[in-house]
């Protein structure tokens, strides 16, 4: 961002008095100077520009001061100023006659001039200031080595001698003796900065906080059995974090107090909302447990519902997908972008269902706010027509000597809204310092003073979008330094659509930069092209189950929003946990499609020409299945028959939790074994599932059927004879004779009557009870049933 050369449009107020005095004394100490810089026998050892070492007890270390607290961040007059804080000697030899004290540094003139101010080491009495001393210290009479202690100055504003209104570098020293060097020198030092602006700025800058309330992935695509599809988490993690003092119960207590314009990420009111009901959490690889943190889940939600009501909310595309990763190595793959549009369409219902508001689709917000034209063609794919971009991506012309409006037009209808990168990367460092917090609240409160002391008589519009996921310290910090900015007199708060709105800087930067200058750093963490790969065998898969469903919803739904998680933004620099996510979720979908599978068949043994062949469909879903159709073809169809032709097919109906037996009527033209193979299909013509492959031993003629022929055969030869011996007897009666018998006087035998009239009445012959029973059904024209509860 481009420094202004001047601090323009300066008011006048006592404290602009104050600097004139202060001004006029140190032009009139000059000629004092000048002579004791011609008596120094070095000329460099006290020139204005040159740091003085800390001095050093050992030679190889000096005391460390620690500033933990500054109260009040941004005095006016009439305050006084309370700097708390440690010092600890870190010298072998103990210090003496030591004591704490203020100093107040010269003014500093531009944002890059803080930057540099806060990387400076080593005391410069010129540039450090004069200690305020008097009673205005903390006496120390021994620092013994290695031992830390306490100090708190109280110095009233008056004392301070602050000049015009604008950033001053405020130091802690401590000043002592050593037995090495026994006159009083400074030994450490802590600086600071103290934004002063004890008057209403005339024109004051309008900020636009973003407060983000965004996780990472939680929910698995698995649900429990039954008609509730009770959710599973990956862990329990997401109820620690919506626990009061939990890094988002944090962001939620400290956001509803500020006036900030909440980002927020569906997914995550979605997954909390699954936490207000029954759910499961894993607890090992094939293990889980009940959740029980509904309780926390409902306090979370109602107290988000609250705080939002009547204020801004943003809502990002659900499970905030990596916009860089889909526009670099995603955007190629069949059905990447489509995604991302659905998660876009699911966003402001996901919004509106959970807290009842209507929220903000309009933004897109990529990684660091880092830009290339890729990143804002896949951005505004999904109907998003402003980009929040970051001033480190989007970068300024050195010409320009302001900080710019934050909106300004990108083309094609786009507009980029360019965040301020020194406030918005103010607190992503380690915040659980009490010095490492109060430091960065000054910095930040210094950087945005002095925005608006750059030009004041221009109104500015800027946002600050900081990280996505703070830390509850990181949260503590954002919001001290919010509330201290909000209760100044250079800023008021604006939402993020206002801003977006407001009319940009002719002179502002418009250029998007090149795919070439997308950090390198950033580029690493990205998905890979191989993730979104594995996303399109997925949905490919998911796409051919769920056309056999009769309630395709509760599968569809719950995986469209897996998909979408797979896309996360989360998981940057976390490559193994993201293919550990994708493979789990590509198991639990084979899993499911296993449930709807033919059982396995033996060897069938087929006796007779024709016979009917049952084969079984299992579903092991809860919801039905039709659309299937399930074909049995004949590997050798000139022996074997499957209906007239060499397959059948029919279509298929299986209610949840049941088995149907299909049954196929079949032809055999030889003796032996067949292949046959069992195989559904979608309508569409696509194999589903596993083929079930088994033997059809066709036994037309068999050895115990020759000898069952043969046998009939002889009856049929021995019932001839006695048919022709009666016949012959009968006819010899008639005569008066029979043979063996010439009086014609002997009774027909009894079983010879019985013959002939079986033979007169065509009688069948008895069934013989040593036939084999073949062990196919015999042909049936009754349909197969609509299943049969299986057991389990």
Do not use: C
Not at 584 to 613: C, F, H, N, P, W
Not at 636 to 665: C, M, N, W
């Amino acid at each position: 961002m481009a420094e202004a050369a001047d601090i323009q449009g300066m008011s006048s107020s006592p404290a602009r008095r104050r600097w004139l005095r202060r001004t006029g004394a140190l032009f009139a100490g000059v000629p004092l100077l000048a002579g004791l810089l011609q008596l120094s026998a070095a000329p460099d050892a006290h020139a204005a520009e040159q740091a003085f070492p800390l001095a050093d007890a050992t030679g190889s270390s000096t005391v460390d001061v620690s500033l933990n607290a500054l109260s009040p961040s941004v005095p006016t007059d009439g305050d006084t100023v309370t700097v708390s804080g440690t010092v600890r000697n870190n010298g072998d030899q103990t210090v003496t006659d030591a004591h704490v004290g203020l100093r107040v540094g010269t003014e500093i003139s531009g944002r890059a001039a803080i930057d540099d101010a806060a990387e400076r080491t080593g005391f410069n009495e010129y540039v450090d200031g004069a200690e305020v001393g008097g009673k205005y210290v903390e006496e120390f009479p021994e620092l013994d080595p290695g031992v830390a202690q306490s100090f708190s100055v109280s110095v009233p504003v008056k004392e301070l001698d602050l000049g015009s209104d604008g950033v001053y570098q405020l130091g802690v020293s401590l000043s002592g003796r050593t037995p090495a060097a026994p006159y009083e020198q400074v030994l450490g030092i802590q600086r600071t900065f103290l934004p002063w602006q004890p008057d209403a700025a005339d024109t004051k800058t309008r900020t636009t906080y973003l407060w983000p309330l965004i996780s990472s992935v939680h929910l698995t695509a698995e649900t429990g059995p039954g008609e509730q599809q009770t959710p599973l988490f990956e862990n329990d993690d997401l109820a620690k974090e919506i626990s009061p003092g939990g890094r988002l119960g944090q962001m939620l207590t400290l956001g509803k107090d500020l006036d900030v314009t909440w980002v927020i990420d569906p997914d995550l009111l979605a997954s909390v909302d699954a936490m207000t009901r029954g759910y499961q959490v894993k607890t090992g690889d094939s293990t889980t447990t009940a959740g029980k943190d509904q309780a926390v889940a409902k306090r979370w939600l109602a107290e988000l519902q609250e705080a939002v009501a009547d204020e801004e909310v943003v809502a990002l595309p659900f499970a905030d997908p990596d916009l860089a990763s889909l526009a670099h190595n995603g955007r190629h793959v069949t059905g990447s972008l489509s995604r991302f549009k659905e998660a876009t369409d699911v966003a402001a219902d996901t919004v509106k269902t959970v807290l009842h508001v209507e929220p903000d689709t309009d933004f897109a917000w990529p990684v660091n706010g880092a830009v290339d034209p890729s990143i804002v063609k896949v951005a505004t794919s999904a109907g998003a027509d402003k980009v929040i971009a970051r001033s480190d991506s989007l970068k300024e012309s050195a010409s320009l000597t302001y900080t710019p409006n934050a909106a300004r037009p990108i083309g094609g209808g786009t507009t980029a809204v360019v965040a301020d990168a020194r406030l918005s990367t103010a607190f992503q460092g380690d915040m659980t310092k009490a010095g490492d917090s109060t430091a960065a609240v000054q910095r930040f409160l210094a950087q945005s003073l002095m925005i608006t002391l750059q030009n004041t008589g221009k109104q500015r519009n800027i946002v600050v979008a900081p990280q996505r996921t703070p830390s509850a310290s990181q949260a503590q910090t954002m919001a001290q330094a919010l509330t201290a900015l909000q209760n100044g007199n250079w800023s008021q708060p604006q939402g993020l659509a206002e801003t977006a709105d407001a009319k940009p800087d002719a002179d502002a930067s418009t250029k998007v930069p090149s795919t070439s200058a997308y950090p390198s750093s950033l580029r690493k963490q990205e998905l890979p092209t191989t993730a979104f790969q594995d996303l399109q065998n997925a949905q490919r898969n998911l796409d051919r189950f769920k056309v056999i469903l009769t309630n395709q919803s509760r599968v569809v739904t719950p995986f469209g929003r897996t998909f979408n998680r797979e896309m996360s933004a989360s998981w940057r620099g976390r490559a193994t946990e993201a293919q550990a996510y994708r493979t789990a979720v590509q198991s639990y979908l084979d899993t499911l499609a296993a449930q709807v599978r033919l059982i396995e068949k033996s060897e069938t043994k087929l006796s007779g020409r024709s016979a009917t062949i049952p084969v079984t469909v299992q579903n092991n879903l809860v919801q039905g299945v039709d659309k299937l159709v399930l074909r049995l073809t004949s590997k050798q169809p000139t022996r074997l028959e499957i209906g007239d032709s060499a397959y059948s097919e029919q279509i298929i109906q299986v209610s949840g939790g049941h088995s149907q037996s299909v049954k196929f009527d079949t032809n055999a033209n030889a003796n032996g074994e067949v292949a046959v193979v069992a195989q559904l299909y979608t309508q569409e013509g696509q194999a589903y599932g596993q083929s079930v492959t088994f033997t059809v031993n066709v036994t037309e003629i068999t050895p115990t059927v020759m000898l069952v022929i043969a046998g009939g055969v002889l009856l049929l030869v021995l019932a001839g004879f006695r048919m022709y011996t009666q016949r012959k007897r009968a006819a010899a009666r008639r005569d008066g004779t029979a043979p063996g018998d010439p009086a014609g006087a002997g009774p027909v035998p009894a079983d010879e009557a019985a013959e002939e009239t079986r033979e007169r009445e065509g009688s069948p012959e008895p069934e013989h009870p040593s036939d084999p029973a073949p062990d196919t059904a015999p042909e049936s024209a009754d349909r197969s049933g609509t299943g049969e509860r299986v057991d389990r």
